[in-house]
């Protein structure tokens, strides 16, 4: 399999910035917005660029794929696409947006590509290989800037905004700094290059953070058992951290299940 690794290791980082490419070119004429749920919504770029992703991974490879928009089911060998992560910020104008492609092997990520195009960010990773940004190594804070921690807390309507508040609530009481920036990704990415402390989120989606636990375990940082119970098909809360904080981290999340 690690020739067939490569192969499709080399083929996401150029699907990720074909991606990024095509949703770029639509950004201008987006047309009407599809509400899906309240304060979530999809345009014609998510449409377009997973159908994409899904064309070039069948020419290719003719492997399975699960994707935010169009679904799909589990696999030996999948790929988990969000086609694009931060879609509000993306529909703002705003530069914090990004095409998170991950591959599953045997219920195993193995590879994580993040292309943030408007930030010049690509980040790259295959487990036991080390991750990279721009084609540079990549190595989580390790605390060593010396001040607080910083974590980004995603958060969406699938949990409400009482246990939003209270894991605020305990993070300030710790003494942990928190930002919300609306990409749960890059979040996972930021941590990943030493930017953030960590990401928590109380639920969320595989699309949104497989890639990203590909770059922060390889960038020596601590993630969840995100997997487990279902979690490729039914979400979870995640845990993503320098291991400095995973204890506190932890304790944090705790009052939620
Ligand atoms: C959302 C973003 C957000 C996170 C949510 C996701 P979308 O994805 O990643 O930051 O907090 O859980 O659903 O809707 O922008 O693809
Ligand atoms: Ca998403
Ligand atoms: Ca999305």
Known sequence: MSAALAARHAFAVELA?????????????????????????????DHDVE??????????????VIGEEDGGAPASVVWVVDPIDGTTNFIHGTPRWCISIALLVDGEPEIGVINAPDEGRLFAARRGQGALLNGAPLSVSGLRHGASPVVETGWSPRRSLAAYGELITRLIGDGIEFRRNGSGALGMADVACGRNDGYLEL???????????VLVREAGGWVNGFLDNDGL????????????IQQRLMAAISFSN
């Open 51 to 64: 159908a994409l992703i899904r064309r070039r991974v069948a020419e290719r490879f003719g492997d399975a």
């Open 17 to 45: 910035r074909e991606a990024g490419d095509l949703a770029i070119s639509i950004r201008q004429n987006l047309g009407a917005l599809e509400s899906k749920e309240p304060m979530d919504y999809a345009t014609r770029a």
């Open 233 to 244: 098909m039914r979400g979870n809360p995640i845990i993503a951290c320098t291991p400095e």
């Open 203 to 213: 639920h969320i989606n595989a699309w949104d953070v497989l890639a990203g636990i």
